[in-house]
């Protein structure tokens, strides 16, 4: 079952989304926000598995705020939805976590099919903005904080038991981490993680937190 999360500022088009959802037995809107305040108490108070977000959100953009969410649950897959049509937004989208990108004005069997491949560990871009995306210029890659902490501390050799310790976090949390920066950063495997790590970290962050 998908547990999603919708966040849109237009309570219309949340209201939409959830009459068209309502039909679908493996999906359920577990919560709605219409700004980042909403959005971030609903992470904690409905736990949702999936964040269907738009990126025009007036009190921060839709792509900050997925940055956000992703810090403090790694493990959420996030579909962004917009009504623009840019390479640019959704290089961004991608960047700060994203794992699709889909467009308002798409049938609604797309965007059904967005969620379930983005749910079901998959990345989904329409096929017109995968070929412009293909061919613009790959942007530098952006780890969250959190991340750069992560692989400061795995460039010294630290197992993810201890870098959850170190950061007061649980190593189900530090592996989800792993995961998004081998993502992020195109890596196949643990191994060329770390080897990036010892290459790497010290350009991100330098120094990781002491060991406690």
């Known amino acids: 079952m998908i547990r999603l999360l919708l966040v849109d500022d237009h309570p219309l088009v949340r209201d939409g989304l959830k009459a068209r959802l309502a039909s679908e037995s493996d999906i359920t809107v577990v919560g709605e926000a219409g700004n980042a305040a909403e959005a971030l108490s609903a992470l904690e108070s409905c736990t949702p598995t999936l964040a269907l977000m738009d990126i025009g959100m007036k009190d921060i953009n839709g792509i900050e705020l997925a940055a956000m969410l992703l810090e403090r649950a790694p493990q959420l897959a996030v579909l962004m939805l917009s009504m623009y049509d840019s390479?640019?937004?959704?290089?961004?989208?991608?960047?700060?976590?994203?794992?699709?990108?889909?467009?308002?004005?798409?049938?609604?069997?797309?965007?059904?099919?967005?969620?379930?491949?983005?749910?079901?560990?998959?990345?989904?871009?329409?096929?017109?903005?995968?070929?412009?995306?293909?061919?613009?210029?790959?942007?530098?890659?952006?780890?969250?904080?959190?991340?750069?902490?992560?692989?400061?501390?795995?460039?010294?050799?630290?197992?993810?038991?201890?870098?959850?310790?170190?950061?007061?976090?649980?190593?189900?949390?530090?592996?989800?981490?792993?995961?998004?920066?081998?993502?992020?950063?195109?890596?196949?495997?643990?191994?060329?993680?770390?080897?990036?790590?010892?290459?790497?970290?010290?350009?991100?962050?330098?120094?990781?937190?002491?060991?406690?």
Request: no cysteine; proline share 4%; aromatic share 6%.
């Open 87 to 212: 390479v640019e937004y959704a290089q961004r989208a991608l960047q700060a976590g994203a794992r699709g990108y889909v467009l308002k004005d798409a049938p609604a069997s797309e965007i059904l099919t967005a969620l379930r491949t983005v749910a079901n560990g998959g990345t989904y871009l329409g096929v017109d903005m995968a070929q412009r995306l293909f061919k613009a210029p790959a942007p530098r890659s952006s780890l969250s904080v959190r991340e750069q902490d992560i692989l400061a501390f795995l460039a010294n050799g630290q197992s993810s038991k201890h870098i959850a310790r170190a950061l007061d976090l649980s190593v189900r949390t530090v592996e989800a981490h792993r995961q998004n920066i081998r993502r992020k950063l195109d890596l196949e495997t643990q191994a060329d993680l770390i080897k990036y790590a010892v290459e790497h970290a010290s350009r991100h962050r330098g120094t990781p937190y002491p060991n406690r």
